[in-house]
């Protein structure tokens, strides 16, 4: 990964004219390597050092990043060429983490869920306000053609007011999956189907549909040794009138991409993995399928590819240098959180659960 890593960024630097940003990255497990073959391919940007838990593992992820081996995480954020941080560890560690990386005024690109609850998610985005750094949560769908092409229908109105929506993630994962790391499967590090996997689908629904007023929903542990939940239901009302259904499960074979449906009054989209299933929009021609099939993780998640996650690198750059808001900021991580956490409460007491 070394030398076309290399040759990526030489190649870059001809490409865009201007400040390339030194990147920290913390965590080296396989979303990690995603993290690094993204900003190997991010010609704004140059990684610069990793740190993780185990010294042997961060000197080997480092010679395969091309990049340097730091001691630990403080000495990465000590380096004052780093500018721009990923956290990419254990979802529960994501918080304390990207506290650590705002303190030491570096700006924070987390993975999903920014949080695992909904007071840690309220002061991570604080802090970055505080503090004036840009904080960008990871939810890289948002990147792809078909979800950018519905938030522009839905926008200039196409669909008339959006009135249902359906976030699925009907996905598989094995017992070995869990069984890969301590942390997976708990849910004050990982989070059940709901707070791992589905939360991209409750993020681009939240995306189309906007604020959410309440939820409701179950969730179960049915095929899996594990403290969290395999299987999830939700219902959510909006503040527009709107409703939603959540459906999140690693439970489910054969595993199916992910999809948001969206059903607006004069028209629907149905979006499954990478393509556009079902379009029914006035006025507005079918677009083109996707050449390739969707790299969506249904199955496995070692198939997603770093494209996306590129994409979001490249809007947090531009975000910082134009002084603006990236696409999936603080606010919008924290949305997501706050609904699943709401979906959870709903579950144990049995009560529509209002949001704020």
């Known amino acids: ?43 704004g940007g140059r990684l610069l050092a990793a740190a993780g838990r185990s010294a042997e593992k961060t000197r080997a992820f480092a010679e395969k990043a091309g990049c340097e081996a730091a001691d630990s995480a403080e000495e990465l954020l000590a380096r004052p060429e780093i500018e721009i941080v990923c956290v990419a560890t254990s979802s529960g560690s994501h918080a304390a983490i990207g506290e650590q990386v705002l303190r030491a005024g570096k700006h924070l690109i987390v993975e999903k869920p920014m949080a695992m609850t909904t007071p840690e998610a309220e002061r991570l985005m604080k802090l970055a306000k505080d503090r004036g750094l840009t904080l960008s949560v990871i939810s890289q769908r948002r990147f792809e053609a078909p979800y950018q092409l519905a938030k522009r229908i839905i926008d200039e109105g196409k669909l008339g007011r959006l009135i249902f929506i359906e976030a699925l993630t009907p996905f598989y994962r094995d017992q070995a999956y869990y069984d890969s790391a301590e942390w997976r499967g708990t849910i004050a590090e990982d989070g059940g189907a709901l707070m791992n996997q589905a939360i991209h689908q409750i993020d681009l629904m939240l995306w189309f549909g906007g604020e959410a007023a309440s939820a409701t929903g179950m969730m179960a542990t049915q095929t899996h040794r594990m403290e969290a939940e395999d299987l999830a239901v939700g219902a959510v009302k909006f503040k527009n009138g709107a409703l939603a259904s959540i459906v999140a499960s690693t439970s489910l074979q054969p595993a199916q991409p992910p999809a948001v449906k969206l059903y607006g009054e004069l028209g629907a989209i149905w979006i499954e993995g990478n393509a556009v299933t079902l379009w029914s929009v006035p006025g507005e021609e079918k677009p083109q399928a996707p050449s390739r099939p969707s790299a969506d993780g249904a199955g496995d998640p070692r198939v997603v590819k770093d494209e996306n996650h590129r994409k979001q690198f490249a809007d947090v750059i531009e975000a910082i240098e134009q002084g603006r808001e990236p696409l999936i900021g603080g606010r919008d991580g924290y949305r997501a959180v706050q609904l699943v956490n709401a979906v959870y409460e709903a579950s144990r007491s049995g009560r529509e659960i209002a949001l704020s």
């Open 1 to 43: 990964m070394r030398e076309a890593n290399e040759e990526r960024q030489q190649a870059g630097g001809a490409e865009r004219a201007g400040k390339v940003w030194g990147f920290g990255l913390i965590g080296t497990g396989a979303i990690a390597e995603l993290h690094a073959l993204a900003i190997g391919n991010l010609p």
